[in-house]
């Protein structure tokens, strides 16, 4: 298995911009995660989802940030418009039953 | 309030020395205990989990982890470290809102001087 795979790996866009992160699960696996890692927060969990559905989003900063699963193997996490606060390391991570297994995250720099 | 916490920001030890990474928690009800590694520009790696059973709980790379209900401590151990076990450790905790999210601690980095 690849483990769970996110794209792009590095983003650098003006602010405004909107941006579009991606990942692809490890097959199988019931429940996905979206994190942002930054120096002053640390690992943040903003939303995660099981058999496709948003469970829990009351970490998603604000209304600029979105994220949908349409299906099983595809998540995406969107931020409209973007700002330079949003820069950080976003992970997807997805699950079985108790551990996570992480992706290589997405660096996001908005200028 | 249900929480994890890391009280050290970084531990510097000595290659071949034993080496400690601290983590306490505070969760209502029988806690599931992880820990993770990070190393630079890579996502988080598992390492361990308790969940039930046995209080000493061994995982990759030689880690090892025990738990104290008693401290409510799951603190990371290995008795000889390596020049490669530098990196960053979290400690997390799941049952925060339910059973399925994951709360982390705010990471501890570990040096390991030759």
């Known amino acids: 298995d690849a483990g769970v795979i996110q794209s792009p790996r590095h983003e650098v866009t003006e602010m405004g911009q909107e941006v579009t992160l991606r990942c692809k699960p490890i097959?199988?696996?019931?429940?996905l995660f979206w994190y942002r890692q930054t120096m002053m927060r640390g690992l943040e969990l903003l939303i995660y989802f099981n058999n496709n559905v948003p469970i829990d989003d009351s970490g998603m900063p604000e209304d600029r940030f979105s994220a949908k699963m349409p299906n099983a193997s595809f998540s995406t996490l969107k931020i409209q418009p973007s700002e330079p606060r949003d820069s950080a390391v976003y992970f997807c991570?997805?699950?079985?039953?108790?551990?996570?297994?992480f992706g290589p995250g997405t660096r996001l720099t908005v200028l | 309030a249900q929480s994890v916490a890391q009280p050290e920001d970084q531990v510097n030890v000595a290659e071949g020395n034993p080496l400690t990474v601290k983590c306490t928690y505070s969760?209502?009800?029988?806690?599931?205990l992880f820990w993770y590694v990070q190393y630079p520009n890579r996502g988080l790696q598992f390492l361990l989990k308790y969940i039930t059973g046995d209080n000493l709980v061994k995982g990759s790379y030689g880690f090892e982890a025990e738990f104290n209900k008693s401290q409510t401590s799951f603190h990371l151990k290995k008795p000889s470290a390596l020049v490669s076990d530098s990196a960053l450790y979290f400690c997390a905790v799941r049952g925060f809102k339910n059973n399925n999210d994951m709360r982390f601690g705010a990471g501890t980095r570990l040096t390991v001087k030759p």
């Open positions: 969760v209502s009800g029988n806690p599931y």
């Open positions: 097959s199988g696996h019931d429940y």
């Open positions: 991570a997805s699950s079985r039953s108790n551990e996570q297994f």
